[in-house]
């Protein structure tokens, strides 16, 4: 496979995976933008507000185009990076931060976020069960992922030290 057909399938996943991972983040806010979702207190379910108007039919479609315009983006900027290891943990990081932000969107979307803050000291509301538990499941794996893709990002970045054989060419060059 040459070289450039890498790159571009390189880039193209991470593409893939952002888009992905942005999707739990922009249909929320949008949502939020339009007026859709209200929540009066934390911990209490969404309330459904009509919206007078056709953003409601357009919303869907305002949402993945934006999704398709991440992953376009996101491909095109790590297709600019030369090194094949950069351009690998450049796309761990973007999608470990999406996933990141996805996980905290779902954590305030459902109101496990707000009972986390806003917790009263005194006595016991009932909700410590349900929200350890999808805590547990959800959270939980959003959260390993996340510093899985940041760190193996990170470490990806860093320069390596030259190799032995690099060295001793250097050396033999300079005598």
């Known amino acids: 496979m040459t070289p450039n057909t890498r790159r571009w399938i390189i880039s193209g996943v991470f593409g893939l995976f952002m888009g992905w991972a942005i ?27 009509t919206w007078p108007g056709p953003a409601v039919d357009v919303l869907p479609f305002l949402a993945i185009g934006l999704q398709a315009t991440v992953v376009i983006v996101v491909t095109l900027l790590l297709a600019r990076v030369a090194d094949e290891r950069r351009r690998m943990g450049w796309g761990c990081l973007a999608v470990g931060s999406a996933i990141l932000m996805n996980g905290i969107v779902l954590l305030a979307i459902t109101g496990v976020l707000g009972w986390l803050f806003d917790r009263n000291p005194g006595g016991a509301g009932g909700g410590e069960a349900s929200a350890g538990f999808f805590l547990l499941l959800l959270a939980l794996p959003y959260a390993l992922l996340c510093l899985a893709l940041l760190v193996g990002g990170a470490v990806m970045l860093r320069r390596r030290p030259p190799s032995s054989t690099q060295t001793g060419m250097r050396q033999s060059v300079q005598q």
């Open 23 to 49: 999707g739990g983040v922009i249909f929320p806010a949008l949502s939020a933008l339009v007026g859709m979702m209200v929540r009066p207190a934390p911990g209490m379910r969404d309330a459904a507000i």
